[in-house]
């Protein structure tokens, strides 16, 4: 096998709740990571050497800083005894800065896509670690699974779901996320719950009043959807999302979403659509 051509998911928080702050500065949290079967796609291609080459750079991203390739270099390093690179093409549809997880689902189609590609047998464990040091997201997309999680979102617990049609969309602004867990206005006490508390419907995002404080667009985005359905904010933003039950109903929402607004339709769904190509079921 010479060549992959994987699909990287994008991931929506159906909740957020900071529940405390740690001695190194992250923040401790429970999150349930909804996946959608809606993302970017990664092409691999096999190389002889051990060059790893980007060929679709992004606009304000030194290619060299970008997670695919931090990712490929992370697991060269971890098998020296292979002499493997690859040419990688990233064809982006995720909106960046949306706190829908492309970056890090990127890396992590790029580790199972890689481990395949070089035939290295790493397991799905080992995967996840090398993952967690590119970002506290890339766990979820590397086990493949809507789960809840605690910790810093790294202990993942897998939990079906309905498989809902979702709207989400993005409004004309960039989050920081170190920003909004540096801001001294951030909840970051919140009582833990149990997964029955939020399958009851008793949950938020504790991120949510400070960046609708701060980012009027988005704001504005949640008043908007919220006339269809209950409008939620995923991560730190700046997407915002709706659940509906059925496509046509989605789609039909989506369509009316103002100018400025970029936005798309996708399905909820329990198992990565990364893992069903790879035959990880």
């Not at 995967?127 to 086990?143: H, S, T």
């Not at 170190?178 to 991120?207: M, V, W, Y």
């Not at 039909?252 to 979403?257: A, G, K, S």
């Amino acid at each position: 096998m010479q060549t992959l051509s994987l699909p990287c998911p994008a991931k929506i928080n159906l909740f957020l709740k900071i529940t405390g702050r740690r001695p190194d500065g992250y923040h401790e949290l429970q999150t349930l990571f909804q996946l959608l079967d809606y993302g970017d796609t990664l092409t691999l291609k096999h190389r002889d050497d051990d060059k790893i080459r980007l060929l679709s750079a992004l606009s304000g991203v030194n290619s060299e800083d970008n997670l695919v390739v931090r990712a490929a270099r992370k697991l060269q390093a971890c098998s020296k005894h292979i002499a493997c690179g690859a040419d990688i093409q990233l064809d982006k549809r995720l909106p960046l800065g949306g706190g829908i997880g492309g970056g890090s689902s990127d890396a992590a189609s790029a580790l199972l896509g890689l481990n395949k590609l070089w035939q290295l047998g790493l397991s799905l464990d080992t995967l996840a670690e090398i993952g967690l040091e590119l970002g506290a997201d890339v766990p979820v997309f590397v086990r493949g699974k809507t789960s809840w999680a605690e910790g810093i979102g790294e202990k993942l617990e897998p939990l079906e779901t309905p498989e809902l049609w979702y709207v989400v969309i993005k409004p004309d602004c960039h989050v920081s996320t170190a920003e909004i867990f540096c801001h001294e206005q951030l909840t970051r006490h919140d009582s833990p719950i149990k997964i029955a508390t939020f399958l009851g419907g008793g949950t938020g995002n504790s991120c949510e009043p400070l960046v609708r404080k701060l980012y009027p667009k988005i704001d504005k985005a949640l008043i908007w959807l919220e006339q269809f359905s209950p409008a939620k904010l995923t991560g730190t933003g700046a997407c915002v999302f709706a659940s509906f039950e059925d496509q046509i109903t989605a789609q039909t929402v989506c369509e009316q979403r103002p100018n400025d607004i970029q936005g798309f339709v996708a399905r909820g769904v329990n198992t990565s659509p990364l893992h069903r190509a790879l035959g990880l079921l």
